[in-house]
């Protein structure tokens, strides 16, 4: 088993550029997160599903899509990157709301 | 104020020495994870609680659920015991984090 895999590990964009952030798991876990680690503030929600076909924002969901078609993957898309979404981002998922916490290796994004 | 909070922020330990990182929440909770996030970048997690104290090998994890408080100590303590080490609850669906302990520890 793969676990959580997220690619690309890293990434650097130009202002105003689209891109999108992959997630999979082969777990068949119900539930699924993206996070942003910014140095001093810790991890914070950006979207999250609790199954496929939904969805819902969490703690700083602007300038970010995400969508669940299917339970193995939960892409994140920045539609117009800017400068203050430079950060590393991690992908988990869990079976259910209280459960174990796994989580992907990170994807260090830079926005120039 | 943030939702969780942990302290010290920073910890230097000497080799061998107990080690104690505390986190204090103001949500209710449905549990109480440890993660341990390493030098590399990865993400794993120690424990999971919602009550009580769980034990595994040199890390101990107690919670006091009425306090709205969890510990997290090493005993005997290691080089490779150096990591950021992040509280995180679970008020409903989402996890909320607190902005971790870098503990460093020397031989």
């Known amino acids: 088993n793969a676990g959580v895999t997220q690619t690309p590990k890293f990434q650097v964009l130009k202002t105003g550029q689209s891109m999108t952030l992959q997630c999979a798991q082969d777990m068949n876990h119900e539930y699924m997160s993206w996070y942003r680690q910014d140095p001093g503030m810790g991890l914070r929600l950006i979207h999250y599903s609790v199954g496929a076909g939904i969805t819902d924002q969490g703690e700083v969901p602007n300038g970010y899509n995400v969508s669940r078609s299917t339970t193995e993957d939960f892409p994140l898309r920045l539609l117009s990157a800017a400068p203050s979404q430079t950060s590393v981002y991690f992908c988990?998922?869990?079976?259910?709301?209280?459960?174990?916490?796994?989580f992907g290796p990170g994807t260090r994004l830079t926005v120039l | 104020k943030n939702e969780v909070e942990q302290s010290p922020q920073n910890l230097t330990a000497q080799e061998g020495e107990f080690i104690t990182i505390n986190c204090s929440y103001s949500v209710g909770i449905s549990a109480l994870h440890w993660l341990q996030q390493h030098p590399g970048g990865g993400i794993v997690s120690l424990f999971m609680l919602s009550s009580g104290k769980k034990k595994h090998g040199r890390l101990i994890a107690t919670i006091n659920i009425q306090e709205k408080h969890s510990s997290l100590h090493i005993t005997a303590s290691h080089p490779r015991d150096s990591a950021v080490y992040i509280c995180a609850v679970i008020p409903n669906n989402d996890m909320r984090f607190g902005a971790g302990t870098r503990l460093t520890v020397k031989p």
């Open positions: 988990a998922t869990r079976r259910t709301s209280g459960s174990e916490q796994f």
